[in-house]
């Protein structure tokens, strides 16, 4: 994750930083509840809580938080072009709710390296960050992880307070979602942010020729891990592809040993050699894989299925998670296009898209109804 990166720069150098979360939105914005960014003393910005639009406004509060150490909650209200307070003109019609933290260099547990345990292993994990809505009031901040195993880590010194959070965590990661949560506490509304961390994405790219080289760089640009795999040495090397993904040189029966599948790992098969393609299919449908593209036509797609078949697999109950040809259909040519069509196809099935244009949905973009938060949102 580049803001633990950028962290971690900053703290070498000596530098005050600031974490900003989006915890709570009403309406349409750019940027879901989850998203962050870090700003450092210097102004440097790692990370984005927009489109772009209010991240010099949030830039400028975070300076004042180092300066004070207290986090502050701002609001923005994009659906109000008149609104004095943000004056942006945004037109995103939509109330954007931003928790800005000071991060404590010397303190083990600040919401960076909460992020960071959060990310270090391939599970599922839950951060709950306390906030009021009574932006006069004190703001709790990042307050606990909750791993997968159970295990607690806390941020803050009360316990009751904790485990009371703690509870809804423990729903959240079962449930395997996201939810806002409000608390009347020692006399005080207080509303938490139990944001489900998931695994990052692995992309496994089977074939290392000159056409999966965009797939590989636009898959990292949106911070997946890449892995890249095939049986010719003189294409899968770190000479062609130099960047952080992992390159393997083995036979398709040969490479699960070497790679942990989960419901975040998806496999695009893209070799231009039929055999090596059908003997990695054979080996996936078998294993627990969410997502397979098959690089080429419908002919040969359907030559494998039939061929599969006839080696007595249920292709039939594993059809759903076979993609073939892959991608979405966006008038594709270029391998950098055929890479965008890829990426998006597996972009829609893993967060549940529905692959349609934008302008045909009933409801504003990254919206939630008014109803499931007219008792959170009060204007």
Known sequence: MDIISAFDEANSAGKQTALATVVHVEGSSYRREGARMLIAEDGQITGAISGGCLEGDALRKALFVMQERKAKLVVYDTSNEDDVEVGFQLGCNGIIQVLIEPISNDKSNNPISILKEALSTRHYAIVATVFSLN???????????????????????????????????????MQRESSIK???YEESE?????????????????GAGNDAMPVVKI???????????????NYANTKRFSSGCQVIVSKPEKIFSEINIDDQTVFVLMTHNYNYDLAMLRELIIRNVRYIGVLGSGAKMKRMIEELKDQKLDMDKELPKIFGPVGL???????????????????????????????????????????????????
């Open 190 to 206: 207080l509303t938490a942010f139990i944001n489900l961390i998931k695994p990052q994405i692995t992309l496994v790219v089977v």
């Open 329 to 379: 259909d966006v008038g594709a040519e270029t391998p950098e296009e055929i890479a965008l069509s890829i990426l998006a196809e597996i972009q829609t099935v893993l967060k549940g898209g529905t692959g349609k244009h934008l302008r045909h949905h009933d409801l504003p973009v990254n919206t939630h109804s008014k109803e499931e938060l007219k008792e959170i949102i009060r204007k």
């Open 182 to 184: 409000n608390y009347v």
């Open 219 to 233: 898959a990292e640009l949106l911070g997946w891990k890449v892995m890249v795999v095939d049986g010719r040495s």
């Open 135 to 173: 932006r006069n009031s004190p703001q709790v901040g990042t307050c606990l992880l909750l791993k997968e195993n159970g295990t607690i880590v806390k941020t803050i010194r009360d316990d009751r307070l904790v485990d009371i959070v703690a509870g809804d965590a423990k729903t959240g990661l």
